[in-house]
């Protein structure tokens, strides 16, 4: 059976399309709900293995990135995804929706309404757009397993830097597993150096995960590196598909199993 | 009512505090609930709210600016909070957003902007003053009694005709206002207010482009033509010494279109200079749109706004043809950064901030929308200084014959997306009158802030709605507002409107306001009545406003009401064809300006000085804040190379994820040329456009073309000479490399006038978009250097003529160079493209870069920097009949690349290149860096490293 993926918009949601792409090249079926269609009932998220929030610029976001989506899945959509994560499906926000799931409380805790995490500006204070190198390490991220190999793929943010009250907390975070990906340097260290990481988050933070693995949110966009020539150097090097594609793999397998 | 003032404190940036102002039925609860969930981010922020109908406010430590937009300017942040309010179901009325800094001191930069906003200075003692300031602000507008004036305008002389001009804003001249007249004297009274309003927009310059059509009177210079391709510039001959043009745009542009379009390769011409956008058909499923647009005087006063609502609005032209929007592009022209403004009188912004907020302004938009910008130009001339250019195109997609153009009797007029106020008004009739000390305070509401998450839902809509086919005919509201959108879409049927039913931003907007407001993100369908309820359920799923307003309704007549009173009651065959056609004098002196002084200096200093000159130097400052990966269609980026950052010469798109054909685009502009001459700078720009899109591998024989204008006041006759002459030149290009004309835009009056009257024009602009069928992105090339051992060849040959290159701003007029400008060789040029993108389709080229600013030095080292690897470059084999290493060096001759070969292809390039002039001038090397020999003497070794710090130099 093929896995059914819902890719949630809202006003501002620009990468849906883009992440429906990634889910019918990774083997899943995705279908794009607004999510007034889910607030009213129409669709139901309990139908899906696997809700993914895109990225984009969610209602402008003029009061914090992802903040007024977040207000959605919490006060308008509570009890449903409630139910959806208690279940065990999956969750993946990419960018916007990395922020979404963060300020809801899904990450890092799957605590809806209970935050200890925040995405801010970028160090450098400005929104860009560049390729990055990834490493997965070790995580209990269903979306990275078996990535040993640094992956390349895009960023496209301003808002990208992964913050929590205290050192002490992102290092608990990183000890127990849940950093899902951290920007690497040339030699492939981890870096909070830019351009390499290009928000200036600590560690290198670029994805985490919560304790199950289950739910994970990443600045990059795996969706827009799914071929060999959306790279930006395939012209000088070649290889068999994009790096980001593993990453929908990855999450379409895992469901298949639940 | 209660007020409340609600502070935001983020700790990491103490000095900028933000408030917002929220009225309504609200209980502290709301107010705390609010604060805590849609106001503060509980890791990084603080917040504490007062009960300002209480009497409860903060206490002031400092000196403080508090800045707050206007009423009436889009405040976003707090159209945000209303609907997240409404969302968590907390009733709030009002919502303003205002940001506190301390108080500015004169080293501190400016934070805002007059036009747009207040800036309100409060001292620790003016609590009181403070309150009245915030309740002001939300409190609802003082209505005012609707009012539908009467103009006598029946009585007037000419002189009062050309007075009622002047004082309405409406530029209109007096044979266009003695028209008017008439025809009010036919009917036996006197206009409305929104009458006059209706024909000064429908006959603006913007709208009805009456130079373009108007009848030009051209005496110039003779031009002397090589022998052995006079016969290939015929509207250059046409034009001789003296010649009466019936419309440059039927003549030059529609006339070129016609002849070229038939024999277009891949691409079939669907729509040209007739739609919003134009179109082509890219294959047997998909169409694709192009239209390029500029907001030059907008920008010139809100450099963010301006920009802002530029991109915003040409993304609506788009949608204006049912299609998708899936890449935009940006070319800015700005004064040099730090420019002195002592000779403008103190109005003009400083040609840094306009740079920063326009680029801030079409970056908010386009990433927001999630629309790629790939591609685009910069270029630095104080002639920019007053009047900036902002040019803004988009690409769209949509499926064939999926857009309907047949408006019915009987359709329901649908207005959809943005709430129409005072914004924007006399948008269109302001872009036709020139720039002057007082613009600002004349015209300042036709300065806005655009919306990209409206526009974004409106896009969600358009593409269901077409989709579902519910309208029979769909457009862009733009200049001229409700006005021209259902002036124009009912032009053979009739319309009419009841303005009541209008969705208003706030009340107290007079009827005519309603019917010419230009406010942003609003679109007009005609909708078959039976479609009626579908669309309007599907609106409202998705949070946008829809409402019927009208009908078009057969009568030929275009009538709006208010309350039932009438407002507009026209025949729309004289609000469209009435207008008496111009009559230009355009007069063309050939250049006789003297060469500049010859100021020695060393090679390298040169390749270091051109490499960071402003026209030249890395656009990575801008292209970084771009989302240029969604959509993910980007296949050649705007940067390339081994660290991505070596300049690409153009995009190219893949259009389905499935198929391996795209499309590439690129642009062309050399404004320093129009001095000299700009019936070859036009040439020279079309080359450079196809130069580019060929570079990349998309095929220059399956290529539509765009041409925007932008020019001074065209009432002036050499100004006029010099358009006459472009347009000219943009159709012997377009026959002689069978690129069609698909779409352009004319942009006049862009000129400055002080207070002491002095004009200042810009220097005559074309840009010229092109749109290239490729037919295999994976034969794709980028212009870095790919592996040490591989031979570089020069294609085309290199001319003597370098009046306006680059290097003569650094040196002057070089030895051995003519001060001539150089010209296109049309017998030549055509094939050159055609053998290379061969050559690129078979696979035989490792890099490909185009010469053009800064001719082949600038190319080898931008080829090598992007590759990191180093070259060896001999002189002596490049085809020219010059002796001068100079002109070798930076000869700014067209048609020419550079290209890379590996020496297993070197056979099977030379061959298929052998009837296009082409040589073998150097070697890729492992070295990290550039030597160049001539006579087997150095003339100048650089590091690899000392090109890119060059080539880094910040330009913002």
Redesign the interface.
């Given at each position: 059976m093929i896995p059914r993926v819902i890719i949630v918009?809202a006003?501002?949601i620009?990468?849906d399309?883009?992440a429906a792409?990634a889910v019918t090249m990774a083997g899943g079926s995705p279908d794009i709900v607004?999510i007034?269609?889910i607030i009213?009932g129409s669709v139901s998220l309990q139908d899906y293995a696997m809700l993914i929030v895109p990225?984009?610029?969610s209602?402008?976001?003029?009061?914090?990135a992802g903040?007024?989506l977040a207000?959605?899945m919490?006060?308008?959509l509570g009890d449903e995804v409630r139910r959806f994560v208690e279940d065990g499906r999956a969750v993946l926000g990419i960018c916007n929706g990395f922020q979404v799931l963060v300020?809801s409380g899904l990450l890092p805790g799957a605590t809806l309404a209970q935050?200890?995490?925040?995405l801010?500006h970028n160090a450098s204070g400005?929104?860009?757009?560049?390729?990055v190198r990834l490493a997965a390490g070790a995580t209990r991220s269903v979306f990275t397993q078996g990535i040993d190999q640094p992956i390349e793929v895009?960023v496209?943010h301003g808002e990208g830097r992964f913050?929590?009250?205290s050192d002490a907390q992102l290092e608990a975070l990183a000890a127990n597993g849940q950093v899902a990906f951290r920007y690497i340097d040339s030699d492939g260290q981890p870096t909070e150096a830019h351009p390499a990481n290009p928000n200036g988050s600590r560690h290198g933070i670029a994805a985490i995960c919560d304790e199950s693995g289950r739910i994970m949110g990443m600045m990059p966009?795996p969706?827009?590196a799914?071929?060999p020539?959306?790279h930006?150097?395939?012209?000088?090097e070649s290889r068999q598909q994009g790096d980001g594609l593993v990453v929908f793999q990855n999450g379409i397998s895992w469901i298949k199993h639940i | 009512m209660a007020v409340f003032l609600v502070i935001v404190t983020t700790p990491t940036h103490p000095d900028e505090k933000t408030l917002y102002l929220i009225s309504g039925s609200l209980t502290p609860s709301d107010i705390q609930r609010l604060v805590d969930t849609l106001l503060t981010d509980p890791i990084t922020q603080q917040s504490t709210w007062y009960d300002l109908g209480r009497g409860v406010l903060d206490t002031l430590t400092q000196p403080v600016d508090e800045v707050a937009y206007r009423p009436g300017v889009t405040d976003n942040e707090a159209e945000s909070i209303a609907v997240g309010a409404r969302h968590l179901s907390v009733p709030v009325a009002a919502v303003r957003t205002l940001r506190r800094y301390p108080q500015r001191t004169t080293t501190t930069p400016v934070r805002h902007n007059d036009l747009i906003e207040l800036c309100q200075t409060f001292t620790p003692g003016d609590a009181s003053a403070r309150i009245v300031f915030y309740q002001n602000l939300v409190a609802a507008p003082t209505p005012r009694t609707s009012h539908i004036a009467a103009v006598p305008i029946r009585v007037l002389d000419d002189a009062g005709l050309l007075l009622a001009s002047t004082q309405g804003l409406l530029a209109l001249d007096l044979d266009e206002m003695r028209t008017i007249q008439a025809y009010f004297r036919t009917v036996e009274r006197d206009p409305t207010d929104g009458e006059l309003e209706t024909i000064a927009q429908t006959w603006s310059e913007h709208c009805s482009h009456k130079t373009f059509k108007g009848r030009v009177v051209y005496t110039g210079d003779a031009t002397p033509l090589p022998a052995h391709s006079a016969h290939l510039h015929p509207a250059l001959q046409e034009l001789g010494t003296s010649a009466t043009i019936d419309s440059l745009i039927k003549t030059h542009l529609m006339r070129a279109t016609n002849a070229t379009a038939p024999n277009l390769k891949n691409l079939t011409l669907i729509s040209a200079f007739v739609d919003n956008a134009g179109i082509l058909a890219f294959d047997a499923d998909t169409e694709v749109s192009f239209k390029v647009e500029t907001h030059n005087h907008p920008s010139a006063l809100e450099p963010f706004g301006g920009a802002n609502t530029g991109m915003g609005g040409v993304l609506r032209d788009v949608l204006g043809v049912s299609a998708k929007p899936i890449a935009a592009t940006d070319v800015f022209c700005f004064g040099p950064a730090h420019a002195d403004l002592s000779a403008y009188g103190g109005t003009v912004l400083p040609t840094l901030q306009v740079a920063h907020g326009v680029v801030a302004g079409v970056q908010d938009y386009g990433n927001k929308i999630g629309v790629p910008i790939v591609n685009g130009a910069v270029f630095y001339d104080p002639g920019y200084i007053a009047n900036p250019l902002v040019f803004c195109g988009t690409v769209g997609l949509a499926p064939r014959n999926s857009h309907p153009r047949n408006v019915s009797a009987g359709d329901t007029i649908v207005v959809l997306g943005g709430r129409t106020g005072r914004d924007g008004i006399h948008g269109a009739t302001f872009s036709s009158i020139e720039l002057t000390h007082t613009t600002a305070q004349e015209a300042g509401s036709a300065v806005q802030i655009g919306d990209p998450i409206t526009e974004k839902k409106l896009i969600d809509i358009v593409i269901q709605a077409r989709d579902a086919r519910l309208y029979s005919a769909i457009t862009d509201c733009g200049a001229g507002g409700l006005s021209s959108a259902i002036g124009e879409m009912g032009e053979q049927i009739g319309a009419n409107v009841e303005l009541t039913t209008v969705p208003l931003k706030y009340a107290g907007l007079q009827p005519w306001e309603i019917w010419l407001s230009e406010a942003q993100e609003r679109i007009v369908m005609a909708v078959p009545p039976q479609h009626l309820s579908r669309l309007l359920a599907m609106c409202a799923a998705e949070e946008v406003e829809a409402t019927a307003v009208g009908t078009f309704d057969g009568s030929g007549r275009l009538t709006v009401t208010y309350e039932g009173r009438s407002v507009v009651d026209l025949d729309m065959h004289f609000l469209h064809d009435g207008r008496p056609q111009r009559t230009l004098t355009a007069t063309w002196q050939a250049d006789t300006s003297a060469a500049p002084q010859w100021q020695p200096r060393d090679h390298a200093a040169v390749i270091a000085a051109l490499l960071s000159h402003p026209n030249i130097a890395s656009r990575e400052p801008i292209i970084r804040g771009y989302d240029h990966e969604i959509q993910g269609r980007s296949i050649i980026k705007p940067l390339v190379g081994a660290y991505s950052d070596g300049p690409g010469d153009a995009a190219v798109l893949q259009i389905h994820p499935h198929t391996m054909t795209g499309i590439a685009l690129g642009c062309g502009m050399a404004p320093q040329l129009s001095q000299f001459d700009p019936y070859w700078m036009a040439l020279l720009s079309v080359d450079e456009a196809l130069r580019n899109v060929v570079a990349v591998g998309a095929d220059p024989t399956a290529c539509a073309i765009l041409d925007n204008f932008c020019w001074g006041d065209p009432k002036q006759a050499d100004r006029m000479g010099g358009l006459t002459r472009a347009t000219a030149g943009c159709h012997d290009a377009a026959l002689a490399y069978g690129t069609p004309f698909i779409s352009g835009k004319d942009s006049l009056n862009n000129e400055y006038r002080n207070a002491q009257g002095v004009r200042t024009a810009i220097p005559g602009t074309l840009l010229i978009s092109a749109l290239a069928y490729h037919p295999d992105i994976r034969h794709s090339q980028t212009s870095d250097l790919k592996a040490a051992g591989n031979a570089l060849y020069i294609v085309g040959t290199t001319d003597s003529a370098m009046a306006g290159a680059h290097v003569s701003r650094i040196v002057g007029a070089v030895p051995g160079s003519d001060w001539r400008i150089p010209q296109v060789d049309l017998a030549q040029a055509p094939s050159t493209l055609e053998h290379l993108h061969h050559a690129i389709q078979k696979g035989l080229v490792a890099a490909c870069h185009d010469l053009s600013e800064g001719g082949l030095a600038v190319a080898v080292a931008e080829m090598a920097l992007a590759g990191r690897l180093g070259a060896d470059i001999e002189l002596d084999a490049l085809p020219t009949r010059s002796d001068s290493v100079w002109v070798r060096m930076y000869s700014e001759s067209p048609t020419r690349f550079l290209v890379e070969v590996s020496p297993a292809h070197e056979a099977a390039f030379t061959a298929a290149m052998a009837h296009v002039t082409h040589a073998r001038i150097g070697t890729v090397r492992t070295e990290p860096r550039v030597i160049f020999t001539h006579q087997q003497s150095t003339i100048a070794i650089v590091s690899i490293d000392s090109l890119v710090d060059a080539f880094h130099t910040d330009i913002l």
């Open positions: 918009r006003a501002g620009n990468r399309g883009d792409r607004h007034g269609r009213d990225g984009g610029f209602y402008g976001d003029h009061l914090g903040a007024m207000v959605d919490v006060h308008r300020k935050r200890s995490a925040s801010t400005r929104f860009e757009c560049r390729w895009p496209a913050v929590m009250q966009h969706e827009n799914l071929t020539w959306q930006p150097r395939w012209t000088r | -």
